[in-house]
């Protein structure tokens, strides 16, 4: 029997750090897992980032919308948005503010064709060195065998 889309998050979840800099990888997973799994809800989904910072926020709109990932600035986290919800290993939010306890005050929608969006943050996970290092490239294996997916384009 295929696995549900929470089971699917919360064996992600038992990831050591994932929302410490593996968060992109883990948005990125779930949303190929549920174009292969689930159409639907893919077709539903946006992939969010969430700043702290203003000039964060802004800058990257700007970086965004000429598609220049490469400046992008690594947001504070990015989390996938089906519906009214949001999402990622931890769990299931109504507000994007109560993931972390009010401490962002920006969401950026990637408010594109999804594939784009897909490759945008393939971009950034790829491109960015500013990640948060507590998280271990070595766990994408790990995410690879949860979601039932190479994810061989990622870079370890």
Excluded at 2 to 21: D, R, W
Excluded at 59 to 85: A, F, Q, T
Excluded at 112 to 138: G, Q, T, V
């Amino acid at each position: 029997m295929k696995n549900s889309f929470i089971t699917i998050l919360n064996q992600m979840n038992e990831i050591p750090y994932l929302n410490y800099g593996g968060c992109g990888i883990s948005t990125y997973a779930i949303r190929r897992w549920l174009k292969k799994n689930n159409p639907k809800l893919y077709s539903e989904s946006k992939i969010v980032f969430l700043y702290s910072y203003d000039r964060d926020y802004e800058s990257n709109c700007e970086y965004i919308r000429n598609g220049d990932y490469e400046n992008c600035y690594i947001p504070h986290h990015i989390v996938l948005k089906i519906r009214d919800k949001y999402y990622d290993s931890e769990g299931v939010y109504l507000n994007y503010k109560n993931i972390y306890e009010n401490e962002i005050e920006y969401e950026q929608i990637l408010d594109m064709h999804p594939i784009d969006a897909e490759e945008a943050l393939l971009s950034l996970i790829n491109e960015s060195e500013d990640w948060n290092p507590s998280f271990d490239r070595k766990q994408v294996k790990n995410i690879s065998k949860i979601i039932e997916i190479s994810l061989n384009e990622i870079k370890h």
